[in-house]
């Protein structure tokens, strides 16, 4: 259940603004499928050691998983990481996507964020 709000987090802040809405819902539907595939394991799998081995690749596979992935846009323009957030937003879009315009959207709102205190 940690996961969850995290999973919100990286959501609003890594996705393109026009499928923002659409991947928003994917945290509780992907909690919803987890859910049912314990209560489906625990029903077919007779030992609960067995069960517990079993559910504990999948968050061992996303810790791993996580060391691929970089670090939010928004988080390095709040740290002043400038430099790091154009190339982190570049790598989130892809080699052929301009992401000027963007991430002169993401600088304004922190220096709007700033002002207003």
Request: aromatic share 12%.
């Amino acid at each position: 259940m940690m996961g969850y709000p995290c999973a919100n987090v990286l959501v609003s802040e890594v996705v393109h603004p026009s499928t923002r809405g659409y991947l928003g819902v994917v945290p509780a539907i992907l909690l919803s499928i987890g859910m049912f595939k314990v209560y489906l394991l625990g029903y077919l799998v007779t030992s609960w050691r067995l069960l517990t081995w079993i559910l504990l690749s999948q968050p061992i596979l996303i810790f791993i998983a996580l060391f691929s992935i970089k670090e939010s846009p928004y988080w390095l323009v709040q740290k002043d990481r400038k430099e790091e957030a154009l190339r982190s937003l570049q790598w989130y879009r892809g080699d052929d996507y301009d992401v000027t315009e963007e991430f002169d959207e993401i600088v304004t709102k922190k220096q709007e964020s700033e002002k207003n205190g």
